[in-house]
């Protein structure tokens, strides 16, 4: 791959996440709240092994929602919002990200609440 196209790329991809990023508010919440989680896991002392789980976490919802963000759209371009089918996708994606979100609030439950406790106990 040529440099030039490897930067091209690069700034196709901030494009599309800052599109997200300025058009979607979920989106917006979600890197909020993957800073504040990121910011908890350092005043925790989380081990290695939790932060690596807690930074997966976080990159795979973010990328579920770039992928529930560019299906919308696509499904916008082909067919009007209106049709049935369309709206069934969106709310499969949007099923989709909610499961893992919930998911990802669990596993974040089991990784930081015994720390909690730890804070206060000790």
């Keep these: 791959m040529r440099t030039k196209n490897f930067f091209a790329s690069i ?3 901030v494009r599309g996440i800052t599109y997200v990023f300025r058009h979607e508010q979920n989106f917006r919440v979600q890197v909020g709240v993957s800073l504040l989680t990121m910011l908890a ?12 789980v807690i930074v997966l976490l976080i990159v795979f919802i973010l990328v579920l929602e770039l992928v529930n963000s560019a299906i ?5 371009i082909v067919k009007p919002r ?7 996708v ?33």
């Design 82 to 88: 209106m049709h049935d089918q369309v709206g069934l």
């Design 41 to 52: 896991s350092w005043i925790f002392s989380l081990t290695p092994a939790e932060r690596i």
């Design 11 to 13: 700034r196709y991809a």
């Design 72 to 76: 919308e759209k696509f499904t916008d």
């Design 90 to 122: 969106k709310d499969i994606m949007a099923g989709t990200v909610f499961l893992s979100s919930a998911g990802a609030i669990i596993l974040g439950c089991m990784i930081f609440i015994p720390h909690v406790i730890e804070l206060f106990t000790t």
